[in-house]
């Protein structure tokens, strides 16, 4: 599976994100262990707090299905069209489900170049637990 294909399956999944509120079309893909790409979206909810970004649902959606994130997509332009990071809150969950080693990409909505790190590198002091 190659970033771009990944990536590709990120931006496909964005036409399904709830954002009736903000209207921020996030889409997000994980690559996991067992080579599934794993999709998910951001949901929006009235009560606002109860909102998930699409990040964690994608990485929710590996554990159902008994996988380990190995890399994780974000597809979610900001409004000048550039690429938006995940939010620390994802990133925590990115450490704990993934470890320091995942990849992250990020990328915008067209065919621009993709932004990649490794989780280690975007919360380098982030509580370390077993796995
Ligand atoms: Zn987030």
Redo the contacts with the bound molecule.
């Keep these: 599976m190659t970033p771009t294909a990944l990536v590709a399956a990120a931006r496909e999944c964005r036409s399904n994100a709830h954002v009736p509120y903000s209207k921020f079309r996030a889409g997000a893909a994980v690559l996991t262990d067992q080579g599934d790409v794993v999709p998910g979206v951001i949901v929006e909810n009235v009560s606002l707090g109860l909102a998930m970004?699409a990040?964690?649902v994608a990485m929710f959606n590996a554990v159902t299905v008994g996988a380990t994130p190995t890399t994780l997509v974000l597809a979610a332009p900001d409004t000048d069209g550039s690429p938006t990071w995940?939010?620390g809150?994802?990133l925590q969950v990115a450490l704990e489900l993934g470890g320091p080693e995942l990849g992250i990409v990020v990328a915008d909505d067209e065919d621009g170049p993709h932004q990649r790190a490794v989780l280690g590198e975007l919360l380098p002091r982030g509580p370390r637990v077993e796995r």
């Design positions: 970004c990040e964690r995940p939010c809150a994802c």
